[in-house]
């Protein structure tokens, strides 16, 4: 077997020759693994002559052997060279076709695309804009309103303020259409003054108002009555409710209870550290925007400062054959999207220079652990701030089963070290700016 090279530029040709030498003797081996094996009429297994079994399987396996023996050659050459090519080796325009039944020295040739030398260097000299979230009172005053919310409680109560859910029975008046029993809440009414007749009744009354000028919307009228909207008489009709139920929903009051349910038992004493609290794990919450801000414009200088040339043709050649068997992906939508795999690509370029240069390595400790302070991010959008470690461990291992997961977790935590890495390394321009002006400098 033998690899040469030829052309120094961004895409070069290699040549793999293989002579008979090369693969006979395992050819051999593997033919007479096939006679042991084979089913042919007439013969036992391990008895078929040798020579019928050549005859049956020889090119199969030749094929086989050689391109095992090119695909190996390849790879040992990348590796003793320490090339790191991009894509994968294609047929080179040049290469001949190939004989199976004639030929027993073997030629192939392959463009190959290496990947250009990374040389950026970063100190204190190199300068990025890094910004901090302020967290204000209002925005404190904003969370404490979402957990009284959040965990208060509904009561049963006679009178009627205007924000209850009331249910009883239900009939229409001056139509034949009509609900037995109904159900609303009360902050859907868009008119006043239906809503007065509400507010001037108790527990036990019948109310007289009129649904379409209640919601003012023909879809709510439609799910409430329960007529069809083609249906003008009973659409427009007034209807009567019976209040049997009236269920006003109470916000949960700024004490220790609140404090306890928020943060688990005794974990916080008073007010001022709740909203100490509070205001520490939003800035937490908020530096993970910040970080990523500044990974994506620091991204951007980096790219825009280092230009990286790369063989484009090339890895459009390579794109379209790698999916040439994909129908969801064609050679059009390659080519719509081929600037963004460009910059992609660019990135992952100078990324991974700073990653191997710097020994970065996400252990899969590390990514369990990620795992479990993700499911405790996600269980805390849906109220559960203080999940039990069973639950968080249960759900977070259920995650680790998907390999898009795995992946998905170990590319965040790479990138918060190269994030911290950048962070230590490069002089940092600090700002602290309201959430309302992140948010409009980062949709930009």
């Known amino acids: 077997m033998k690899v040469s090279k030829k052309g120094e530029g961004l895409v070069s040709v290699l040549t793999v020759q293989i002579s008979q030498s090369d693969y006979a003797d395992k050819v051999e081996s593997a033919l007479k693994d096939y006679r042991k094996k084979a089913n042919v009429k007439g013969f036992r297994p391990g008895t078929v002559p040798m020579g019928m079994v050549k005859q049956m399987y020889g090119k199969y396996v030749t094929v086989d052997e050689v391109n095992k023996l090119v695909s190996d050659s390849l790879q040992n050459y990348f590796r003793e060279n320490k090339l790191h090519i991009l ?9 001949k076709e190939v004989n199976w039944d004639k030929d027993t020295d073997f030629e192939f040739l392959f463009d190959v695309a290496v990947a250009p030398e990374i040389n950026i260097e970063l100190s204190k000299k190199n300068k990025a804009d890094y910004y901090k979230i302020t967290v204000d009172d209002k925005m404190i005053d904003e969370q404490i309103e979402m957990y009284c919310n959040r965990f208060g409680k509904q009561e049963d109560v006679d009178t009627i303020e205007g ?6 029975p239900l009939k229409c008046v001056g139509a034949e259409t009509c609900t037995e029993t109904g159900s609303l809440l009360l902050t859907r009414f868009k008119n006043d003054k239906e809503l ?3 507010k001037a009744a108790k527990k036990g009354d019948k109310v007289v108002f ?7 919307d023909e879809e709510e009228t439609k799910l409430f009555t329960g007529a069809k909207i083609e249906n003008k008489e009973a659409m427009e009709a007034d209807y009567e409710f019976e209040l049997k139920s009236i269920k006003r929903y109470t916000k949960a009051e700024v004490n220790q209870d609140l404090f306890d349910k928020v ?3 005794n974990a916080i004493k008073s007010e001022d550290d709740f909203k100490a609290r509070i205001k520490s794990d939003m800035e937490a919450n908020f530096s993970v925007s910040s970080d990523y801000k500044f990974l994506a414009d620091f991204r951007k200088k980096l790219m825009d400062a280092n230009k990286i040339e790369l063989p484009e043709e090339f890895l459009k050649r390579w794109l379209i054959e790698a999916n040439k068997e994909n129908e969801k992906i064609t050679p059009d939508q390659i080519e719509k999207e081929f600037p963004l795999f460009m910059d992609d690509l660019r990135w992952q370029l100078i990324s991974g220079k700073f990653i191997k240069d710097n020994n970065i390595q996400v252990t899969p400790d590390e990514v369990t652990a990620a795992a479990k302070e993700y499911t405790r991010m996600q269980l805390a959008q849906y109220g559960m701030v203080n999940a039990d470690d069973k639950l968080v461990d249960q759900w977070s291992q259920e995650m680790l089963k998907n390999k898009d997961q795995i992946n998905r ?8 070290k190269l994030i911290e890495y950048f962070k230590n390394t490069v002089k940092l321009n600090e700002s602290e700016v309201s959430l309302e002006k992140f948010n409009e400098m980062s949709e930009k």
Request: no cysteine; net charge negative; glycine share 8%.
């Open 87 to 95: 894509g994968e080796p294609l047929p080179n325009a040049e290469q």
């Open 196 to 198: 007065a007749k509400f």
């Open 263 to 265: 943060y688990g038992k």
């Open 210 to 216: 009129n649904p379409k000028k209640a919601f003012d």
């Open 163 to 168: 924000t209850e859910f009331v249910a009883g």
């Open 409 to 416: 977790l170990y590319e965040m935590e790479e990138n918060k």
